[in-house]
C-alpha cells in the first residue's frame, strides 16, 4: 500500500486561501487516478477534485470549480490543492488518494490508497 502524506491545513477567514500538498513515499508513476476528498464535520465524505495522470485531465466537483486547482509535481511525486476564495462551506478534513480508473476519477472505492488527511477550518 502507497503511504501518502498530507500537510498545509489550518484556520483561516473567509475569502482567503490555502495549498495542501500531498506527499507519496513511493512513486505514483503507474497511479492512473489522484483525487482529493473532504469529510466535513458531521458529514460523509465527499471527492472534490481528481486528476487523470496519463494526460494530466482534471475534474472538479461543482462546488470548487473556479475556486480550487489540483496539481501534481511528477518529479517530487506531490500532489497539490490550491484553494481560494475558501468559505465556513470547505470545512473539512481533507484527504488526498491514489487509485485505478473512474469517471473524472471521482468514485472513491476505485482509490485504494488514502492519506491520513489535513484539517481546513474557515471562520466567517
Known amino acids: 500500500q502507497r503511504q501518502l502524506m498530507e500537510s498545509g491545513g489550518g484556520s483561516v477567514q473567509r475569502g482567503q486561501s490555502l495549498r495542501l500538498s500531498c506527499a507519496a513515499a513511493e512513486g505514483t508513476a503507474h497511479v492512473r487516478c489522484m483525487a482529493w476528498f473532504r469529510q466535513p464535520p458531521g458529514a460523509e465524505r465527499e471527492w472534490v477534485a481528481g486528476?487523470?495522470?496519463?494526460?494530466?485531465?482534471?475534474y472538479y466537483s461543482d462546488s470548487v470549480k473556479g475556486r480550487f486547482t489540483i496539481a501534481r509535481d511528477r518529479t517530487k511525486n506531490i500532489l497539490s490543492l490550491q484553494m481560494s476564495d475558501l468559505g465556513p462551506a470547505d470545512t473539512a478534513r481533507y484527504y488526498c488518494a491514489a487509485g485505478r480508473p473512474s469517471p473524472s476519477c471521482s468514485h472513491e472505492d476505485r482509490f485504494g490508497d488514502w492519506g491520513q488527511g489535513t484539517e481546513v477550518t474557515v471562520s466567517a
Open positions: 486528476l487523470w495522470t496519463p494526460d494530466g485531465t482534471k
